[in-house]
């Protein structure tokens, strides 16, 4: 049986991208694997991530933090949009895909083994947002893309794969993105792949 899974972001949705196309396109790694019940952003409903969603005809929600009284009134809403689109079974996984919220410990122990996150650098070595700004600052000859189950830490939570990005030769910041978002797209979808067949 396919996995539910609810995706959440925050950014450009490129991530989110991938993931539907792995999803919905034929010979896509995800094909029949799972569906998205619903895509949640945490900006405006016309932001780039969630009018991608709309593209794939995909349900999708605009919860924005800051229009919210609080951390917990945003959670609370998340949850019952996951529950409204899956009649109240819930889903398999949580995937965050540029989602820069941070999720409190409550929320994470609800979902816990069940949250899933990318992020741009090797999370031993760097925590937070901005992992390829960093990446560039420092002049890295390398970094690593890693895709780890969510704790209730900043990007503390078990890695599940690896993958280097070569940054020789590299000219600028955009570049830079570029190249290890390439990676992100491919990397995700296969790692989320994995998972799901273990578990099937
Ligand atoms: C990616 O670099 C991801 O690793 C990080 O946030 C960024 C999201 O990019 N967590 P996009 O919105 O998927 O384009």
């Not at 896509?28 to 019940?37: I, S, Y």
């Not at 741009?120 to 189950?149: F, M, S």
Request: some cysteine; hydrophobic content about 40%; proline content about 4%.
């Amino acid at each position: 049986m396919r996995k539910k899974i609810a995706v959440l972001i925050s950014g450009t949705g490129t991530n989110l991208r991938s993931i539907l196309e792995h999803i919905y396109l034929p010979q896509g790694l995800l094909n029949d694997l799972c569906e998205v019940v619903v895509v949640i952003g945490d900006r405006p409903e016309a932001s780039p991530g969630l009018q991608i969603a709309r593209s794939f005809n995909i349900n999708y929600r605009s919860i924005e933090r800051k229009l919210l009284k609080s951390k917990r009134q945003f959670e609370e809403e998340i949850i019952e949009t996951i529950n409204y689109f899956t009649a109240g079974k819930g889903v398999d996984y949580i995937v965050l895909a540029g989602f820069m919220s941070i999720l409190s410990a409550e929320f994470v122990q609800k979902y816990c083994g069940k949250i899933i996150n990318i992020h741009p650098a090797d999370t031993k070595d760097y925590q937070g947002p901005a992992g390829y700004e960093w990446a560039y600052r420092n002049k890295l000859q390398e970094t690593k893309i890693t895709v780890h189950l969510v704790d209730e830490g900043v990007d503390s939570g078990p890695i599940l794969a690896q993958q280097s990005v070569d940054l020789r030769g590299i000219n600028n910041l955009e570049e830079l993105k570029a190249r290890g978002k390439s990676v992100e797209h491919l990397l995700y979808p296969k790692v989320l792949a994995q998972i799901l067949t273990e578990e099937s």
